[in-house]
């Protein structure tokens, strides 16, 4: 899945238990509508991200920076100290293109781009024609 949005706080690097670094930061991906009587509505969704590949994006990803990932989504669900239920979004990303910096409005010509290596799938070189695969659940 991929989205689009804008870096909400400063990243942090933090460490694992197995001296694996992880950066984390939030995104604000907005999206939106018009209602029945023609008024736009812009309806945020925000994803708290996670990056495992390299430490040193964190210096990009600075607050109001927008950015372009790819990877992949889960929910989350849990009880607040009062007993209330929350739910989130957690966003593992594999892949983060820097479009603009904070405070800058239009896209910069010398984008960074910060790739995940290739990996290759046991079942790649297996796929049949038309590109069905075997392992599919249906």
Known sequence: MNIIGRV???AEVRALNNERQVVHFSVAANDGYRNR????IEQ???FDCSYFISPKVATMLTKGTLVELAG???ARAWMDKEGQPKA????????IKVHAKAGSSRQSPEDIEVNQPVVVSPHEGNNKQGGEHDDLPF
Do not use: H, K, M, W
């Open 8 to 10: 909400t706080r400063d």
């Open 37 to 40: 009587q023609g008024e736009y």
């Open 44 to 46: 945020p969704t925000f």
């Open 72 to 74: 992949r989504v889960s």
């Open 88 to 95: 989130g979004l957690n966003y593992i990303a594999s892949r």
